[in-house]
């Protein structure tokens, strides 16, 4: 579990990027939502995004932070337009047809991203996001190790800052709520 000081010491050890972020995160990438349609890391609509990556199956990390922001686009619906989005770390099974659905559950505007094995490379890079298969479950299928940070991306998809996924929801709004007004 990563604690509060420790998000603090890595934030604190860590040069500050030209954007006044505290380390370098984000950047392009080009990856296909569960319509089938091609996605950057710049909202179609203009809209905040928080961004997660994770699989739609996972009954981990997951299960917790994906609920999470849902509900925080639910509090902060009147305040902005903020698009729940999740990156796969398992495109084996989160595939254009498959990815959608359970996402949806959590939320009616979650977006689920998926793509070739190079092009989801080019997104983990950009978020210093690692995933390793740790073991088959024969009821679940494949485990992933994967990152686990949400971060909020203005809508030409800049991160202006990250949340814990082991924060509550008014914990995480608290963070989120002086960007979203700043852009108002």
Do not use: W
């Not at 505290?22 to 080009?30: E, I, K, R, T």
């Not at 809209?47 to 199956?57: I, S």
């Not at 009954?59 to 305040?79: F, G, H, K, N, R």
């Not at 595939?95 to 094995?117: K, N, S």
């Amino acid at each position: 579990m990563i604690t509060r000081l420790a998000i603090i010491a890595i934030l604190a050890a860590t040069p500050a990027a030209p954007d006044g972020f505290p380390f370098n995160v984000g950047g392009d990438f080009s990856l296909t939502d569960q319509h089938g349609m091609t996605r950057t890391q710049a909202d179609p609509d203009g809209h905040f995004q928080l961004l997660f990556f994770g699989y739609a199956n996972c009954e981990q990390i997951c299960s917790a932070t994906l609920p999470l922001m849902a509900d925080i686009v639910d509090q902060l619906a009147e305040a902005a337009r903020l698009r729940p989005v999740m990156i796969t770390v398992d495109p084996k099974r989160d595939t254009v047809d498959r990815i959608g659905p359970p996402l949806e559950q959590y939320h009616p505007e979650f977006v689920g991203l998926t793509g070739a094995e190079e092009a989801l490379q080019v997104a983990y890079d950009a978020f210093s996001v690692d995933r390793e298969l740790l073991f088959t479950d024969p009821a679940g299928g494949e485990v992933f190790a994967h990152g686990s940070f949400v971060y909020l991306l203005d809508g030409d998809g800049a991160v202006l800052t990250l949340v814990p996924p082991v924060m509550d929801v008014d914990g995480a709004v608290k963070i989120i709520s002086p960007y979203l007004g700043a852009a108002g």
